[in-house]
């Protein structure tokens, strides 16, 4: 995709019993390892704007891992928010195709992935929320530009010891 995605978890995990009584299988899919699906508000694609992003699906001995890219939209913006501040850590899948052997699926193909309140699968949570800046990803949180409005002065701040701070 090009950039770093805005946060990253489980789309669902494997042998876990699922609120609807069903227990995703290892394996069950497999076919979406690689693929990109709609990201949406609460399973409700009725509308375009309910559309927030997108997620790359990954699939894991564990279960089906994904990376979700938000869009730029106003409800995109606002469930980044949601996402960063930890309002929002479940998400849900819609698939089709479903095969099962008694409750387990075994096989099915992810159409969509949503932010939800609480999902159907306790596993399906997000684990990694990536901080970004206006000068692109931000992984040292430790440092600071600060301007001090007089020229040719700025200040860094860090804790890191030993790095030239003019």
Known sequence: MGKSPDFAGWVTKND????DGVIIRHGAFEV???TTVPLVWQHDY???SNVIGSILLHSAPEGVYGEAFL???Q???DAKELVRHGDITAMSIGAKGIRK???DVVHGEIYEVSLVLRGANPGAVIEQVMQHSAYGDYEDQERGVIYTGLEDSIIIHSDNEGENNS
């Open 16 to 19: 876990i019993r699922c609120a």
């Open 32 to 34: 979406n390892d690689g």
């Open 46 to 48: 009725n509308t375009p």
């Open 71 to 73: 869009n730029a939209t």
């Open 75 to 77: 409800r995109g913006k």
């Open 101 to 103: 052997e008694g409750d």
